[in-house]
């Protein structure tokens, strides 16, 4: 007969995968109710049971997307235990966010990627292009970083504006529209 801790164990490692998999059917996702679900079952095993599926193409990448503050928590979570193609598209994600609210994105993407605006912002486009181009993409991140107030939002949207400026030559000289 097992005893009681083992008893709890089991009840807790079975409770906590049976939640993972509870979003991955239901029609709710918001960013709460993900973090609730990363807090219980892992990080990991979110990415696990979600990715490529419903929550992770209806709820996650575009909640990140949307560059609401509980959407970058929880990409900052997921990113942690994220590899490959799931880290591919949070930074995918996360990177379309910028353009949405930069001075609330960069220092997540700075903070996760242990970089700087200046390195953040200048980008090459590697996994892909902006839909809707480079030119549009780079003056929504202007406009953004124009309500810079505080002295730390202003150093972000000076160093990112540098980064900006290097990304358009980039973007010219290698022929991305």
């Known amino acids: 007969m097992p005893n009681l801790r083992t008893l709890i164990i089991v ?8 939640h993972a ?7 709710v996702g918001t960013a709460e109710e993900v973090m609730s679900l ?4 892992g990080a990991r095993e979110v990415i ?4 490529d599926r419903r929550l992770w193409l209806t709820a996650i990448i575009p909640g990140i997307e949307s560059a609401k503050p509980g959407w970058l928590e929880v990409a900052v979570k997921l990113r942690s235990a994220s590899d490959a193609a799931a880290a591919e598209d949070l930074g995918s994600a996360l990177f379309r966010a910028i353009a949405v609210d930069p001075l609330r994105v960069i220092p997540v993407i700075d903070r996760i ?6 390195a953040t912002c200048n980008m090459t486009f590697e996994a892909e292009a902006p839909k809707e181009g480079v030119s549009k993409y780079i003056a929504k991140i202007r406009r953004g970083l124009q309500s810079a107030k505080s002295p730390e939002e202003r150093r972000i949207a000076a160093e990112c504006a540098k980064g900006l400026d290097a990304t358009v030559k980039y973007a010219k ?3 991305i529209k």
């Open 113 to 118: 990627y242990e970089s700087q605006p200046l």
């Open 48 to 51: 696990r049971k979600n990715y």
């Open 173 to 175: 000289i290698h022929g």
């Open 11 to 18: 009840l807790a490692v079975n409770s906590a995968s049976v």
């Open 38 to 41: 990363i807090d219980s079952a």
């Open 21 to 27: 998999g509870e979003l991955a059917t239901s029609k």
